[in-house]
């Protein structure tokens, strides 16, 4: 575990010195510092190693401490459990990430543990821009698209609404089928990085994403 | 009946819809945004979906987010709870448009009673004494000119506003001057409308409202009132029924005069005129509520009626179904708005999770409630986290339950307004049933919760 601690406030503050302002600031860095090494951190460093989470960043008063944990990290240690995942009875597959983005939010790192290892480049997938029936381009698997390329449409009560990938990539498989009911955020296609082929096949034996009680 | 109805709101009232749709027999899909994925409504629905992002622009108050949810979900209907676009004519219309209901007056009615001046107006033709106020104002001059014909102290209100937001109190020209341009900015930014008018304030007086439901065939029925005086900066906290405030004859007279204004206007569905009632015991009407109400669940404890089934019915075309004979209120009911409010630091408004949370128990004791230990709260929507209601068989043994279940009550993790409400309740104002809608902001809440700590 690395940790730093930067003054984002006043680098130069020098306590020998008569100014006044200058002593009374270098006091409250001082305790600043006082306590971020004995309240903070110490909690910190234990929150983080209950956590999935990589970093962990706190302020105090004009300091700042940043946490953040070796690469290695085993990620099989989180586990779920809370009331939402015994709750949700629905089969609901559907996205979770921020539209367009292919990593994890805060959020999922927080509150949703996968139990399963993913590699992050292996969730990437374009997403629905908003709730509609779903209308693919015809591309191929393995065609190449840059980001922001229209790989399919939304049609929004006749407004057509692009679907556009989110990243340069090839085109892998599709996770719902053309004229199906697909809600804000739903992965529709999934997106392989170039070095990343290798996963392919482990993308397709995976559970396309559904609506939920989709009529 | 409807088959399907697509529930466009959050929290406590989108289950509270769902409850409603289960005991109907109808089918329901929740929607909701992607900071809602774990709200409990949208776990525990049959079915559920995701509108949109976290912003509400984009997810509850998108009417073609809204609308394409129920029509590839297959809904007949949407219901709009309260809040977000649950009075606006426009959603309402473009529901209609796409052949959907909207749970709700019809879209015409809606426009009819849009403008609050114009209701007024068309509720004053009906009989019912309005509280004096000006029509929109033009421009500085009109609104000194109107504030001096009503008489000071007045307050400026934006006509398509709620909640208190861009209300100002003007007890001078001087203030008035001041205040235009304010609430005018204000009104714009959180409705996207600045139009004004202007109001009599009345010092010391009573926030009641009657509750009523007209359907299409003419029928209609009060289901009493509600007295909501104990307020913080014109958002209620505290809700009861009946009201201390008036005798006997003169709820019965208040109630039946709302209930025949209304009709005779041409009213359908569910509906809540508000007055306020001056230390004399005249009641004036200020505005009426096209919706659900956070507050329904004390009228439905002493009542008995199930007024979100009873809502859904009369916009499914079917009659209510009862009289006015039918309607018996009996005992005394009292709600708690129970918020994620910091009293201690100005209710400043708290998110983040849950850590317990118990409800209480108990004869007359109903907790409408989205929570469950280990939700988190999100910080982009209100703070309400839910409704602690208590019946009992008349006002103080309402107020006995009430301070027992309050006790019981527990929510971990973050801040709530709990102990204020017990405060309240021990306050001999209260107590005495003489709170005015000034009172918490004159006197501030800290000497409430100092008293009702010791």
């Given amino acids: ?215 | 009946m409807f088959a399907k109805i697509l529930i466009a709101n959050r929290g406590e009232i989108a289950l509270r819809i769902l409850r409603a749709c289960r005991t109907l027999g109808v089918g329901a899909v929740v929607a909701y945004s992607e900071a809602d994925r774990e709200s409990l409504a949208a776990q525990l629905a049959d079915e559920a979906i995701c509108i949109g992002p976290a912003d509400a622009r984009h997810s509850y108050l998108s009417a073609s987010a809204i609308v394409s949810a129920a029509v590839v979900t297959g809904c007949d209907a949407i219901h709009p709870g309260y809040g977000f676009l649950s009075e606006d004519e426009g959603f309402a219309d473009v529901v209609r448009a796409h052949g959907l209901t909207f749970v709700g007056p019809p879209a015409e009615v809606l426009e009819r009673f849009a403008s609050k001046e114009g209701t007024r107006r068309l509720l004053g033709a009906q009989g019912l004494p309005t509280i004096p106020g000006s029509g929109m104002l033009r421009d500085e001059a009109h609104a000194l000119e109107e504030a001096e014909r009503i008489g000071y102290p007045v307050l400026v209100k934006p006509s398509a506003g709620g909640g208190g937001k861009g209300m100002r109190l003007c007890r001078t020209p001087r203030e008035l001057e001041s205040s235009l341009k304010v609430s005018r900015s204000e009104a714009m930014a959180g409705f996207g409308d600045d139009s004004l008018y202007l109001e009599k304030f009345l010092d010391d007086s009573r926030h009641v409202e009657v509750q009523v439901a007209v359907d299409r065939f003419g029928n209609a029925i009060h289901m009493g009132e509600r007295d909501c005086s104990v307020q913080r900066r014109h958002q209620k906290l505290l809700e009861e029924t009946p009201s201390p405030s008036l005798s006997d004859a003169a709820r019965q007279e208040l109630c039946d005069r709302a209930v025949k204004a209304v009709a005779g206007a041409g009213y359908e569905n569910l509906g809540t005129l508000e007055f306020l009632v001056d230390g004399k015991g005249d009641a004036y009407f200020i505005e009426i509520n096209c919706r659900i109400q956070v507050e329904h669940p004390i009228t439905e404890l002493c009542t008995g009626i199930d007024m979100v089934a009873l809502q859904i019915k009369i916009a499914a075309g079917e009659p209510i179904g009862m009289t006015q004979a039918d309607v018996v209120s009996r005992g005394h009911a009292i709600e708690f708005r129970i918020l994620a409010e910091d009293p201690a630091n100005d209710f400043r408004p708290q998110a983040g999770q849950v850590d317990a949370y118990l409800a209480p128990g108990g004869p007359g004791v109903r907790m409408d409630s989205h929570l469950y230990p280990g939700y988190d709260i999100p910080s982009y929507y209100d703070s309400l986290l839910g409704k602690l209601c208590v019946w009992g068989p008349d006002r103080a043994q309402a107020i006995a339950r009430a301070d027992a279940a309050l006790r019981e009550l527990l929510v971990d993790g973050v801040i709530t307004n709990i102990e204020l409400h017990r405060a309240i309740l021990a306050n001999q104002v209260f107590i005495d049933g003489k709170v005015t809608t000034g009172l918490l902001d004159r006197v501030g809440s800290a000497p409430f919760v100092a008293a009702g700590n010791r």
């Fill in chain 1, 1 to 215: 575990m690395t940790g730093t601690l930067k003054s984002g406030a006043n680098p130069g503050a020098n306590p020998g010195q008569a100014d006044p302002e200058k002593a009374r600031r270098a006091r409250q860095d001082r305790e600043a510092i006082v306590r971020l090494a004995d309240d903070l951190l110490p909690a910190l460093i234990a929150k983080l190693a209950a956590s999935g989470l990589g970093e962990i960043e706190v302020r105090e008063g004009g300091w700042k401490a940043r946490l953040r944990k070796p690469a290695t990290a085993d990620a099989g240690r989180r586990s779920g459990g809370r009331v939402a995942e015994a709750l949700a009875g629905h089969g609901h597959a559907a996205p979770r990430g921020a539209a367009g983005h292919g990593r994890p939010d805060e959020r999922d790192l927080r509150s949703r543990p996968e139990a399963e290892t993913v590699e992050e480049s292996d969730r990437i997938a374009a997403r629905s821009p908003a709730v509609g029936i779903y209308h693919p381009r015809d591309m191929a698997v393995g065609m190449r698209v840059r980001s922001g390329d229209r790989i399919g449409s939304v049609d929004v009560l006749g407004v057509q609404q692009d679907v556009v990938a989110p990243v340069d990539g090839v085109i892998g498989s599709s996770l719902a089928e053309a004229g199906e009911a697909v809600e804000y955020g739903q992965e529709l296609v999934r997106i392989g990085l170039p070095e990343h082929l290798a996963g392919e096949t482990d993308l397709l034996a995976r559970e396309p994403a559904t609506l939920a009680g989709r009529p």
